[in-house]
């Protein structure tokens, strides 16, 4: 079976949608213009798509669709958070897939990715023919506070001391809130400061090797504005969820769906046990977890693992 990066193709087309009052979504498709129609859910929230989610997928048999979700990427306009929650995203995944007249469709995601693809499939089940998800993201209080409040930083010492050093010792009994008030701040200035210094700390903790040029990507001006100011207002706000346990609660609406489920052995962000707890609820889901590996999609094996779930979900509808 297959288990490299497929040829990127170029987008056959693209256009915007527009989904509220305030907010236009940019979309594209790549691939076959009648095949198994994929959507690709970024992660983030707040992150964008990229040009390597098309490389995952056989272009001669899926039917490979991108968007920006609100506020990012090419999305209008840009770092907006007004009317931005988790479920007038889901609403997005519908009006588009109505919009291309598609009935049933595939899911892919990463990360947030995967919180928002199975709220998408709760919600929708009907429309859902599988799930591919990769460094499962429940958005549980404990998964966020793991990361986000100190539990990462048995791990990552010398970054966590980075991450926190910006916020008064007063205020570090909630670094979301401190980090969200901040990157929200009048001054431009401060809030560019702190957002790049809320993007480092997980650029920094995605791979099993930290990489200098994800780091890098991640703290360029305008995607770390955009990235900090919609993470923390989604984890600020508990991701818009109506219980702190929703996705697992709910997953007895889905678990018949088809899933493949990737995750990193070493996953720092979204620890393992994550995928481990949705595995156990999902009859018809498929656990690989890749054991040198972190979170990062540019991880070799995670993508080698990505790869294979598609091909094996191809397969399974011939």
Known sequence: MKLSLFPEVESYNSGYLKVSDIHTIYYEEAGNPSGKPVFVIHGGPGAGISKIYKTFFDPDYYRIILFDQRGSGKSKPSAETRENTTWDLVEDIDRLRKMLKLRKIVLFGGSWGTTLALSYAIQYPQNVDALILRGVYLCRKIEIEWYYQGGASFFYPDRWIEFIKLIPENERNDIIKAYHKRINSVSETEALIFAKNWSKWEASTINLIPSDEIIKDFTEDEFALTFAKIETHYFVNNVFFKSDNYILENASTIERIKCKIIHGRYDIPCPVKNAWELHAK???????????????????????????????IKNSFD
């Open 282 to 312: 999902l009859r018809n889901s498929d656990l690989n977890i890749v054991d040198n590996a972190g979170h990062s999609i540019f991880e070799k094996g995670i993508q080698e693992g990505v790869i294979k779930a598609t091909e094996e």
